[in-house]
């Protein structure tokens, strides 16, 4: 028997913390940034080697665009050079690329190269990491009404929950917000209804797949009544 038996099949994590590892460390946001990157290959691979099915990551929110130009234009220079880099440790990993949030926003250049890279690792059966990009729950949840409309379809649970850039992920197990603060931000608003949630004050350039195992641990040893008794 292994620490993995009820492995959660759906983490989800909101990624904080880099401009204030940056500024401990006497660095630019931007390298916390660059240095918050490694972190997503490092989880990435150690959620693919555990077993866990989705694995959604909060990379950029509806209201990120609200920081200094500088830092937004290399946000998007890094996501450019991500998706690049990480083509092939997604397929060597045998891990489905997707992205989820409103990518229109974004330019044709990267819209492009995140299609591109959904499109190589579609075949893949492994863990699917899905990026939260531009994604802002409430922005989702507003486009999935507006699509079950579009399509004559009842206002029910069932029709909202299958317009969702998620509808094929599944609820949230375990939710995870690094770097100390205690909210949601704006993230998965609708699917961690009944998640598990832990917060740490670990910020993200610095939290490892040990910190996980341990909060997957943590996570078997919870109750989930789902409302029962
Ligand atoms: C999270 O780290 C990354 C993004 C939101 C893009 P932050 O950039 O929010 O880091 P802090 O919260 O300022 O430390
Ligand atoms: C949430 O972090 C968004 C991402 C991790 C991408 P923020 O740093 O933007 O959230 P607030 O402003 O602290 O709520
Ligand atoms: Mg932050």
Known sequence: MNSYKQLPNHIAIIMDGNGRWAKSHGLSRTAGHEEGAKTVREITTHCSKIGVKYLTLYAFSTENWTRPKL???????LLERWFKSE???YLE???RFKAIGE???????LQKTIKD???KTAHCTGLTQVLALNYGSR???TRAFKKVIENNL???EENIDASLDT???GDVDLLIRTSGEVRLSNFLLWQCAYSEMFFTDTLWPDFAPKELDEIIEQFTKRERRFGGI
């Open 93 to 95: 990993n045998n891990v």
């Open 139 to 141: 922005d989702e949840i």
């Open 71 to 77: 830092e937004v234009e290399f946000l998007m220079k």
């Open 103 to 109: 990518l229109s926003k974004f330019s044709k250049s």
């Open 117 to 119: 890279v959904e499109e």
């Open 87 to 89: 083509l092939s440790i």
């Open 154 to 156: 009842d206002i029910t």
């Open 167 to 169: 509808a094929t992920f």
